[in-house]
């Protein structure tokens, strides 16, 4: 027998339609017509309101939705502090700020994203959250995407506002409601959080124009569009959507990069915008480890303005991720005398001191490693337990010497071993390494061979032929 259960005929069995709907043409008097996709997968799960840990659904409860009086039932109750915000003031959505925001109202058709509750009168539990499910809404205004009340209401809202709705039948679902969670002639309360907003209008618009319309476009119009996609791919980026955010810039890096500049007031605007959208691609080039993409964004900046001290500085973490300390450290330098006192710069700059002593010590034990040093051909250890009166120029001589020990011996034991001809210096051994290891060989009698651009190591050593007695 298989695993699948029976299913009863009105059991919620999700239906797949074949277009999207309109929550605007649902709700209104005339109704919408829906069309079903003929296959359905009749052994699909059925669908049922989501279930939360109690600890997680108690944090969301809202025990006003249960508050009433003689006179008043909950959300009248509510009503009396509220304010209506429908263009034709019919106390269709109220509104009441729980918390302020910031920046300008929201612009119409912006792409939004929510976080909210929603409650029905005399239920103090949400009937449904994007919060329980952790996952922020996002939707366009005006598109119909969304019921009607969300459309009205939080065109009325700013950046990180929290506010309260109430939303009447006409503006959310109408006589019939939608069973099972929605009854009919239902006013649903909604607290909403606008998290974040971008105003897409100017892509969206230029998306319909046609090929001649797009190349007779200003550098001013391909610039507000870059603007818009720009906007939308830092929404993605604070997501942590690095992928989806560099996308976005590169489109529009691509509507604006070989824009025809008209005038000297063209060209400021297509530089400007041109650098935000470099110094974002190597942003997140950097969040994916993705260095030398990010190197090359950066050289972009600095062609357009060489005293960028953003570019220098993303230089320097794109140059400390390949473990190039010498040219990090040097950029990031760059960096703090064009902008001097940049807690990130020195911040970034400490962090390059504690990867080059951790690569040296790594480097040590790969050293012993590498050429098979036994304990008792190591010289002398001192304790590990530095005095205060020790440098930092004390400590960089002491890793020198350590350094140069370890080729002594390794030099000793290639020559006292009759079998050993040769061996080599692994490519990633840092130039100060090579330099010393090759005087090492000079004094001790030993041959050398560098190596060409693509082997996979720096120098070969060798010993010297003997020549037979005649």
């Excluded at 840990?53 to 006003?64: G, I, P, T």
């Excluded at 980026?237 to 489109?251: C, D, N, S, T, V």
Aim: aromatic share 8%; hydrophobic share 35%; proline share 4%.
């Amino acid at each position: 027998m298989s695993d699948h259960v029976e299913v009863d005929e009105h059991s919620d069995v999700p239906i797949r339609l074949k277009s999207g709907l309109d929550l605007h043409e649902l709700t209104s008097a005339t109704g919408t017509e829906l069309c079903f996709e003929d296959s359905q997968d009749l052994n699909a799960a059925p669908t049922s309101p989501a279930t939360y840990e109690s600890d997680q659904l108690f944090q969301h409860l809202n025990y006003q939705c249960t508050n009433e009086t003689e006179d008043l039932t909950p959300f009248e109750l509510l009503a009396v502090e509220m304010e209506d915000v429908t263009a034709a003031k019919d106390g269709g959505v109220l509104k009441k700020i729980l918390k302020e925001g910031t920046g300008h109202i929201v612009p119409d058709k912006a792409i939004v994203r929510v976080h909210y509750n929603g409650y029905l009168e005399y239920s103090e539990e949400p009937y449904d959250s994007s919060r329980l499910r952790n996952r922020q809404e996002q939707f366009t205004l005006g598109k119909g995407e969304v019921i009607a009340g969300w459309d009205v209401g939080i065109s009325s809202m700013r950046k990180n506002e929290l506010s309260r709705f109430l939303i009447g039948p006409l503006y959310a679902y109408g006589e019939l409601g939608c069973p099972p969670r929605i009854p009919p002639k239902a006013t649903i309360m909604y607290e909403v959080e606008l998290i974040s907003y971008v105003d897409h209008d100017a892509a969206d618009s230029y998306a319909s124009f046609t090929k001649e319309e797009r190349d007779l476009a200003s550098v001013s119009q391909l610039v507000e569009v870059a603007r818009a996609e720009r906007e939308l791919g830092n929404d993605l980026f604070h997501q942590k959507l690095f992928g989806k955010a560099m996308r976005k810039y590169e489109k529009a890096v691509s509507l604006i990069e070989n824009a025809r500049l008209q005038n000297e007031e063209d060209e400021v605007k297509w530089r400007d915008s041109l650098m935000k959208l470099y110094l974002n691609l190597s942003l997140c080039s950097l969040k994916q480890a993705k260095s030398t993409r990010a190197i090359s964004y950066c050289r972009k900046v600095l062609d357009i303005e060489p005293n960028n001290a953003k570019a220098y500085f993303r230089l320097g973490q794109a140059h400390m991720q390949l473990a190039e300390f010498g040219n990090s450290k040097e950029y990031l330098l760059k960096a703090g005398k064009l902008a001097p006192g940049n807690e990130d710069i020195r911040q970034e700059l400490q962090k390059l001191d504690r990867k080059v002593q951790k690569y040296k010590q790594m480097e040590k034990v790969t050293y012993t490693r590498m050429f098979d040093i036994k304990p008792e051909q190591e010289t002398t250890k001192t304790s590990p337990t530095k005095s205060s009166s020790d440098t930092a120029e004390n400590a960089k001589q002491k890793e020198e010497e350590d350094v140069r020990q370890i080729f002594i011996n390794r030099f000793k034991s290639f020559l006292d071993n009759e079998l050993e001809m040769e061996f080599a210096l692994p490519s990633t051994i840092d130039d100060e390494a090579v330099q010393c290891a090759i005087q090492l060989a000079e004094q001790m009698g030993v041959l050398y061979e560098k190596a060409g651009r693509y082997h996979d190591f720096s120098v070969r050593f060798y010993k010297p032929e003997i020549e037979s007695e005649q």
